[in-house]
């Protein structure tokens, strides 16, 4: 039996050094709904509930290419369009690399669908695909929001993750954070998140990039305090068998009660459960919408509208 279960894969971080052209780049390019929590802070979501916590620092941290995210569109020819699109406005948005579009070889690491990468202006990286990829075709919903981005609004159908050793690895995702893990290829592992999070993990040996917290990755549980307690003691004592690194203690803070710690392979993870139950995205809605949060909202709007041409 895992020792955190039953859990859900909830969310993803990124770390950007300018958050007002971080978000206007997430939903008018990538077609993510966003918005701001606070002045440094901010969220973006997609159309299958998928949502990121994206902090502002002066130094993000840049990230090594098999820490990708997935955006899929319809097909292939929808890819090209997508290409030229993001291509005509590359310097506007700053974004640094962009690769022509090309079938994937799925002996890399498990994925073998028609797409292209592009590099953006923070040293995150981003795949752009046919809506085929190794979890099975994600729905697209018409005409969702953010309408008008280049990339239509859509899931994130997974992301990519660095390891040393797949067996280790797999054994952590399975048998400590009770992700449903299968093998993919030689070096790659698929890690269901149970309808939150898809991962597919990559062994890269010594190659590794080493991460930082504000890059984590979340595992949300329906519970209660007593049992993120629970389960912060039971990590303790299981601590080195899983080749935990570092354990922090259970804290309140963004809407959650959580533990983070640091894995063998340097990702970090946040075990937590939501205030009230209530995902952190909906909560900044709910106080936008009561007008609780507008101070921040107008100090990003106005950001924003200042690069915006």
């Given at each position: 039996?895992?020792?955190?279960?039953?859990?859900?894969?909830?969310?993803?971080?990124?770390?950007?050094?300018?958050?007002?052209?971080?978000?206007?780049?997430?939903?008018?390019?990538?077609?993510?709904?966003?918005?701001?929590?606070?002045?440094?802070?901010?969220?973006?979501?997609?159309?299958?509930?998928?949502?990121?916590?994206?902090?502002?620092?002066?130094?993000?941290?840049?990230?090594?290419?098999?820490?990708?995210?997935t955006?899929?569109?319809?097909?292939?020819?929808?890819?090209?369009?997508?290409h030229?699109?993001?291509?005509?406005?590359?310097?506007?948005?700053?974004?640094?690399?962009?690769?022509?579009?090309?079938?994937?070889?799925?002996?890399?690491?498990?994925?073998?669908?028609?797409?292209?990468?592009?590099?953006?202006?923070?040293?995150?990286?981003?795949?752009?695909?046919?809506?085929?990829?190794?979890?099975?075709?994600?729905?697209?919903?018409?005409?969702?929001?953010?309408?008008?981005?280049?990339?239509?609004?859509?899931?994130?159908?997974?992301?990519?993750?660095?390891?040393?050793?797949?067996?280790p690895?797999m054994?952590?995702?399975?048998?400590?954070?009770?992700?449903?893990?299968?093998?993919?290829?030689?070096?790659?592992?698929?890690?269901?998140?149970?309808?939150?999070?898809?991962?597919?993990?990559?062994?890269?040996?010594?190659?590794?990039?080493?991460?930082?917290r504000?890059?984590?990755?979340?595992?949300?549980?329906?519970?209660?305090?007593?049992?993120?307690?629970?389960?912060?003691?039971?990590?303790?004592?299981?601590?080195?068998?899983?080749?935990?690194?570092?354990?922090q203690?259970?804290?309140?803070?963004?809407?959650?009660?959580?533990?983070y710690?640091?894995?063998?392979?340097?990702?970090?993870?946040?075990?937590e459960?939501?205030?009230?139950?209530?995902c952190?995205?909906?909560?900044?809605?709910?106080?936008?919408?009561?007008?609780?949060a507008?101070?921040?909202?107008?100090?990003?709007?106005?950001?924003?509208?200042?690069?915006?041409?």
């Amino acid at each position: 039996m895992p020792v955190v279960q039953p859990a859900r894969a909830s969310h993803t971080t990124l770390e950007v050094g300018d958050l007002a052209r971080a978000l206007r780049f997430y939903r008018e390019v990538l077609g993510l709904e966003t918005h701001y929590a606070s002045e440094t802070t901010g969220h973006l979501r997609a159309t299958n509930g998928q949502y990121g916590a994206v902090h502002g620092r002066h130094h993000p941290a840049p990230q090594p290419f098999l820490n990708f995210y997935t955006r899929p569109v319809v097909d292939t020819a929808a890819v090209d369009d997508v290409h030229a699109r993001i291509s005509a406005v590359r310097e506007e948005y700053a974004i640094q690399e962009i690769t022509a579009p090309a079938r994937e070889d799925p002996a890399k690491f498990g994925v073998g669908t028609y797409g292209f990468y592009l590099k953006d202006a923070d040293s995150n990286w981003w795949r752009i695909e046919e809506n085929d990829g190794p979890f099975g075709p994600m729905e697209i919903p018409p005409d969702a929001e953010p309408r008008g981005a280049i990339v239509p609004a859509g899931p994130i159908s997974y992301v990519m993750l660095e390891c040393r050793r797949l067996e280790p690895t797999m054994r952590f995702y399975r048998d400590y954070l009770g992700l449903d893990v299968r093998r993919g290829g030689p070096t790659c592992a698929y890690a269901g998140g149970y309808g939150g999070v898809n991962v597919i993990a990559v062994e890269v040996g010594d190659r590794l990039v080493p991460q930082r917290r504000s890059n984590h990755h979340g595992v949300m549980l329906q519970a209660d305090e007593a049992t993120i307690d629970a389960l912060h003691a039971a990590t303790a004592r299981v601590q080195e068998a899983f080749g935990i690194v570092r354990l922090q203690d259970p804290v309140y803070a963004h809407g959650s009660y959580s533990f983070y710690l640091e894995d063998q392979d340097t990702n970090w993870w946040e075990v937590e459960i939501w205030e009230d139950g209530i995902c952190p995205w909906d909560r900044m809605e709910t106080r936008l919408a009561a007008g609780d949060a507008a101070a921040p909202l107008r100090r990003g709007r106005r950001q924003a509208a200042a690069l915006t041409p």
